[in-house]
């Protein structure tokens, strides 16, 4: 049989890279979390190891690769960005700033996080066709339809045969548009990224339990009717991106295939990233150490006093601006330790450097700027009872803070021009980065232009659209379908600071803003000057053409 003849030497050429680069080691093995009861790496290379063990990390974090945030884009061409390639290690997931991932850049990620080892190829359609590293290239023509059980039950074991621990699996879907890629740990078991994201009931979001990173059995390669029935493909391939590492495995990635092995490991600010502080204010980072497996362990732990903070509490030793601390984390137990410092005047940001052993474990960076006072809140809201509600949109908003507090704020801005001024054109190729389309790109695929004039008053990360709600009436049904597969985090209230103001629009051809103030909890309609509820409001804004939440007591 050709095709087998063509597997059986691709595997014997392709084995001798591997084997003479790794030495297998004799291992003990580790009891380590119980949803990878199949996942041994007993016999395993070094290298191998790393591999898999980054991804067995990433499955850890489960659901917190379903979504993104509120800023980039579904786009195709746009996707490299959205998703973050070659930027993510699993410990940037975490239950503060969640991130968004699909299948080939978790491939992708996946080897940069083991290895520092850039794949290259950032979709499936790449893979299968210009991958330097293809084991093995089945394609449409294999014959696969043609074939009698025994013949397709030899394809199997060839198949089985063929693949080694952190060998890529990648096929395409018979339109030829669609694929999906994973990588092979061992004992007919997978990792892989499904992009699952959530559904929506009433509004409500509802998270899948088994989350986006998953471990899950190749069995169903073989199973007809299947999805992932292999033999109903146009093509698969199956890649070793082992053969092409020369380097040597990063230290933070022994560290996750031996002490850090089943351990979950975050850090989080006492302000979400979304959230801005005050000079002066105190801000509290916590790290959460959750060990998984049956064995106890004893970890280190290092931070960094931020700059443009004062260190006021917290840690076991400190010497200069290094916090230190030794944990000794029973098994199966979650242990917290945590430090405080100010934030000085004069700050704009505050950015912390910390490690769990040699692996970054950190927080997104948190803004600085005035926010305002339980008072100022209150006086905010009186002023907001009492406005004339003769102004519209950000001149009525501008009204409020000049009653509240005698400041001028957005004063002659209308929604659309703060709209405009806030987003920029964006669009690059995929693998090359080059700009395509410039300011011809249709204005819902837009960025935060960072130079402009509002750019200091916008939210950190609240700002984006989608151009798929159809009016301001009820969400329709092709909307709601939409909403169910996206993947981008939606805007809650918990997200939002008392005074910001919401602006939207829905236009295509022409721009109609809308905004609303923040205030009690609420949303007033700065358009009618009725108060509504912040829920569905903020849940749709991501389908609306342009959104942008402003925080003008930053500019105060």
């Not at 669609?178 to 979001?205: F, K, L």
């Not at 009186?382 to 009653?403: F, H, P, T």
């Not at 151009?467 to 597969?485: H, K, R």
Request: glycine share 8%; charged share 20%; net charge negative.
């Amino acid at each position: 049989m050709k095709l087998r003849k063509f597997l059986s030497f691709a595997l014997a050429v392709s084995m001798l890279g591997v084997l003479a680069a790794c030495t297998p080691k004799d291992s003990v093995p580790v009891e380590h979390h119980p949803d990878f009861p199949n996942l041994d790496t007993v016999g395993m290379t070094d290298l191998q190891k790393a591999v898999v063990l980054t991804a067995e990390s990433f499955v850890l974090r489960k659901e917190r690769g379903q979504y993104d945030d509120t800023r980039l884009t579904a786009s195709g061409t746009l996707a490299y960005y959205r998703w973050s390639t070659g930027q993510r290690q699993p410990e940037d997931y975490t239950s503060q700033h969640t991130g968004y991932s699909n299948c080939a850049a978790f491939a992708h990620d996946l080897y940069l996080a083991a290895l520092d080892l850039d794949i290259q190829y950032y979709t499936t359609a790449s893979m299968t066709l210009g991958c330097t590293n293809v084991l093995a290239r089945m394609p449409v023509t294999s014959g696969f339809a043609s074939m009698d059980e025994s013949q397709l039950e030899m394809m199997k074991q060839e198949i089985l045969n063929t693949l080694q621990p952190g060998d890529l699996i990648v096929y395409r879907y018979a339109d030829n548009k669609n694929g999906h890629v994973m990588c092979y740990v061992g004992n007919h078991m997978m990792i892989h990224c499904t992009g699952s994201s959530y559904s929506y009931e009433d509004q409500r979001e509802k998270y899948e339990d088994i989350g986006c990173f998953r471990y899950e059995s190749i069995d169903s390669f073989w199973e007809a009717g299947h999805r992932r029935y292999l033999f109903d493909k146009s093509s698969y391939v199956i890649i070793r991106p082992l053969d092409s590492f020369t380097g040597t495995i990063p230290q933070r990635t022994l560290d996750r295939m031996e002490l850090m092995r089943g351990v979950m490991a975050e850090k989080t600010a006492s302000a979400g990233w979304t959230q801005t502080v005050n000079p002066g204010q105190e801000l509290t980072f916590t790290f959460t150490l959750q060990n998984l497996t049956g064995v106890g362990k004893t970890l280190t732990l290092t931070d960094t006093v931020p700059r443009n903070t004062k260190y006021m509490s917290g840690g076991d030793k400190k010497e200069g601006d290094t916090l230190s601390w030794t944990v000794t984390l029973p098994a199966r137990e979650t242990v917290q330790v945590s430090y405080t410092v100010q934030v000085d005047d004069g700050a704009d940001v505050v950015e912390s450097s910390s490690f769990v052993e040699h692996i970054p474990v950190n927080c997104p960076s948190i803004r600085v700027g005035r926010t305002l006072t339980s008072q100022q809140q209150e006086a905010l809201a009186a002023a907001a009872k009492k406005a004339d509600m003769a102004s519209k949109g950000i001149a009525l908003a501008s009204a409020i803070y000049q009653e509240a507090f005698d400041t001028d704020v957005l004063s002659g801005v209308h929604a659309n021009d703060l709209l405009e001024g806030v987003f920029r054109y964006f669009s690059a190729e995929i693998e090359s980065g080059a700009p395509i389309y410039g300011d011809k790109w249709p204005p819902q695929w837009r960025a935060l232009d960072e130079n402009g004039a509002f750019a200091k008053l916008v939210a950190p990360g609240l700002y984006g659209g989608r151009n798929v709600l159809e009016g301001n009436s009820a969400v329709p049904a092709t909307t709601l379908a939409f909403m169910a597969c996206d993947r981008t985090r939606l805007v809650a209230a918990q997200d939002l600071i008392e005074g910001d103001i919401v602006i939207a629009n829905d236009g295509v051809d022409a721009l109609d803003g809308a905004a609303w103030l923040f205030v009690e909890g609420g949303l007033l309609d700065l358009q009618t000057g009725e108060t509504v509820p912040a829920e569905p409001l903020l849940s749709q804004l991501l389908c609306r053409r342009h959104f942008v939440v402003i925080r003008p007591s930053l500019g105060m």
